[in-house]
């Protein structure tokens, strides 16, 4: 069946580059998405992409999928203090646009 | 401004009683989405609606009930049968028209707890 996978933490520097990684099983899937939940509150909507492209870029996000091997990524440079939260990643289908979610990784910003 | 509101942002049920989580949204969406929330988990989708007045069972529709009378509103009523209903509960909608799978969006989720 379908299912996503992340790791569940990571820590950085403040000005490092964060990489937080996605492997997913769906090879139908046409959407990736990521996205960024602070403390108490709804997810945010941060990127996506479309299964048939390698790469996309949004200001410090990146995000690159190798279909091949059903892996994304997303990259955050010059990773900020307010970049602290979960961050999402998930696969569309096509039953009604249900999204199949990852467990999130937690990650924190070190000063 | 346009977005989805969840109402109340905190809830409390007693053993036996059925609540209510209000979801809505002005943004025109025709798709309207429940998931929960546990801890250190990812979001698991109660149910969903794809149009007025239909709707269908997620992965964890046990314990659950909804209805959608009005495009703008999908409200989730937890029953009693639910046994182990504390967790955090988000509603997202999205727009069907355009190209395919457009991005759900969300609202800032309601925290049940028991009594």
């Known amino acids: 069946g379908e299912d996503v996978e992340q790791s569940l933490f990571l820590s950085v520097r403040e000005g490092d580059s964060s990489v937080i990684n996605c492997t997913y099983t769906d090879s139908s899937s046409t959407y990736l998405y990521w996205y960024k939940q602070e403390p108490g509150a709804g997810l945010q909507l941060l990127t996506y992409?479309?299964?048939?492209?390698d790469m996309k870029q949004d200001q410090r996000l990146t995000v690159l999928l190798n279909k091949k091997d059903k892996h994304l990524s997303l990259r955050i440079a010059d990773t900020q203090t307010g970049d602290s939260a979960i961050y999402f990643c998930?696969?569309?289908?096509?039953?009604?646009?249900?999204?199949?979610f990852g467990q999130g990784t937690e990650l924190s910003v070190k000063p | 401004d346009g977005g989805i509101t969840q109402s109340p942002k905190y809830l409390f049920r007693k053993e036996g009683q059925n609540v209510t989580l209000s979801c809505e949204q002005n943004?025109?969406?025709?798709?309207m989405y429940w998931y929960r929330q546990d801890p250190g988990q990812g979001l698991r989708l109660i149910y969903y609606s794809q149009i007025v007045n239909d709707f269908q069972k997620g992965d964890i529709a046990e314990g659950y009930s909804v209805s959608r009378e009005k495009k703008e509103s999908f409200p989730l009523t937890v029953t009693s049968a639910q046994k182990n209903p504390t967790a955090f509960y988000l509603c997202?909608?999205?727009?069907?028209?355009?190209?395919?799978?457009?991005?759900?969006?969300f609202g800032d989720g309601t925290r049940l707890s028991i009594l």
């Open positions: 943004l025109n969406h025709d798709a």
């Open positions: 997202a909608s999205r727009t069907t028209r355009g190209q395919n799978n457009q991005p759900q969006h």
């Open positions: 998930a696969e569309s289908t096509y039953q009604g646009g249900k999204l199949i």
């Open positions: 992409i479309f299964s048939n492209m």
